[in-house]
């Protein structure tokens, strides 16, 4: 394992902090408000959300890791969206690419190191709500971690009560009127499920089931961010139809939906 590998999993805070000050000599901004996570599908919305200042490789940061899903680009953008300085990362690290928990959380906190109050993470998931066609733009309002791992260490307890913010769930509806909530499961992956575990999933109050986003939500909590979780269902969870579910299939809905995405957010940021 090299140095660099060596820092993020014995001190990931310092990891953090060291890719914050990168950032911030490549972008030559002190501080930056508002960090963005965009998930599957999501990233046609990057091209909408704001005005990118700076586009870079999300490795020319230190610890970051080259992307392994197509779909998820590997880049990070500085974008300015009306007066709020927005860190956009299309793409993210997922549990199952077996880097570890730091490397899951490392765009949180370096986000965190450089001065973002609110993440907002965003994700393509399978929905659970037959009602929620493919497309359906729907707010996180709470979690189920089935992954066994956590981005925490030590025994610090932590509070993750409201850890999808009420407040930004209220602001979201204000512009989009009528946006549904439900709860998110996240899953190691990077199988799908099968159709028994969304119906136990189904039987514990799932509504959405992914691969992302809650230990990302539990890093950003302790960090003190606020947090808004958006999903876009992207297809209906294993067995609700009898089709397989395909991973372009996944990419082309995300897609189609994914500029109508990227106002919402220049919407929601703006009014922050
Ligand atoms: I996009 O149906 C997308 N990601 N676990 N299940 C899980 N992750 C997903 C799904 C899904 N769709």
């Known amino acids: 394992m090299s140095d660099a590998v060596d820092l993020l999993q014995s001190d990931p805070a310092a990891a953090a902090v060291a890719a914050a000050a990168e950032l911030a000599r490549i972008t030559g901004v002190e501080n930056h408000d508002v960090a963005v996570v965009l998930g599957s599908g999501w990233l046609p919305a990057a091209d909408v959300v704001g ?28 974008t300015q969206i009306g007066d709020t300085r927005t860190l956009v990362f299309l793409g993210r690290t997922h549990l199952y690419e077996g880097r570890g928990v730091e490397a899951v959380a490392h765009a949180v906190r370096t986000a965190a190191a ?3 109050r609110v993440v907002v993470l965003t994700n393509g998931c399978g929905g659970l709500n037959p009602s929620w066609s493919p497309g359906t733009p729907v707010l996180i309002s709470d979690h189920i971690n089935f992954t066994n791992a ?23 509806r204000q512009v989009q009127p009528g946006m549904p909530e439900g709860v998110y499961a996240q899953f190691r992956g990077p199988q799908y499920e099968t159709p028994a575990e969304i119906r136990m999933a189904r039987v514990l109050g799932v509504d959405l089931v992914g691969m992302s986003t809650t230990l990302e939500a539990i890093a950003a909590r302790e960090a003190g961010m606020e947090v808004l979780g958006i999903s876009l269902v992207t297809n ?15 990419l082309d ?5 994914a500029h109508h995405m990227g106002v919402l957010l220049r919407e929601v940021i703006s009014n922050l």
Do not use: K, N, W
């Open 253 to 257: 809905t995300g897609h189609a939906a």
């Open 114 to 116: 450089a001065g973002c």
């Open 51 to 78: 005005t990118t200042v700076i586009d870079i490789p999300v490795t020319d940061l230190p610890y970051f890791a080259p992307p392994v899903v197509e779909g998820h680009a590997g880049r990070l953008r500085s």
């Open 150 to 172: 956590s981005p925490l260490r030590g025994g610090a307890f932590l509070d993750l009560t409201d850890l999808y913010s009420t407040r930004l769930r209220e602001l979201c």
């Open 236 to 250: 209906f969870a294993a067995g609700m139809t009898g089709a397989p579910l395909d991973h372009q299939d996944v």
